[in-house]
């Protein structure tokens, strides 16, 4: 029986997880990939209460050998890959003189490689599929600052990236854009927003509403506004879109 089947990394929650529990009300199959098992295990518990079947697998893509793993047992139990969305990759927000090569080194390793490599491996079977892939950037890409260099400067990389992939799915019949986010309300970010009102004689309620403001917004994303977007591009009605870097972030980008 044909199953269409799509890839998720990066999970095991935020934008993520919404993008896996979104999807699995189109596809019959999803493969759940991220390196906390537990965090993903309840994702799969959610997509499969959505209506899809669900393979986990633990891994950690900045690993050069995790890509091939990820695309090989795929294809053994689903036979197939239609959609390969490469969500995985947090990036340190750390200041431009003070990011250390580690961080360097380990935001390129998995954001950017890791998508790099994983989109190759599974690239044989998205051309037979006629399949579309999704790279998450973000934003800060458009406009990188000294406090989070690291992030925009790798986030700027994945839309070159998607270029040159959408660059060849030309060709080959493979869809490929990338999505750039701006500031969403994810566990990490209200991590932070606890930690900085704890630190500032603030409540994290009145940190919530600062930081959109000051952003020039009128409030925090979801990650389920995003899974939208990001189900949209691997739908049938997206077929001609390809190459596009689409911004979604409440119109924090304000030049045209």
Known sequence: MSRTVAIVTGASQGIGR???VRLARDFAALVVVARNRSNLEDTAAMARAAGAETLVIEADL????AAK????QTLALFGRIDALLNI???VPQVD?????DEQWEAGLALKLHGARRLTIAAWPSLMATKGAVVLMSGNSALFPKAPYAAVGTINAAIIALAKAFSDKG???GVQVNSVLPGPVMTGRRRSYLEHWAA???MTVEEATTKFPRDAGIARYG???EIAELMAFLVSPGARWMTGAALRMDGGEVKSI
């Open 18 to 20: 919404a993008t896996a």
């Open 62 to 65: 900045s690993e050069p050998r």
């Open 69 to 72: 793993a990820v695309v090989d």
């Open 88 to 90: 995985a990759g947090a």
């Open 96 to 100: 431009l003189f003070e990011t250390t």
């Open 170 to 172: 030309i060709g080959d």
């Open 199 to 201: 630190s500032h004689n």
């Open 222 to 224: 979801e990650p389920e």
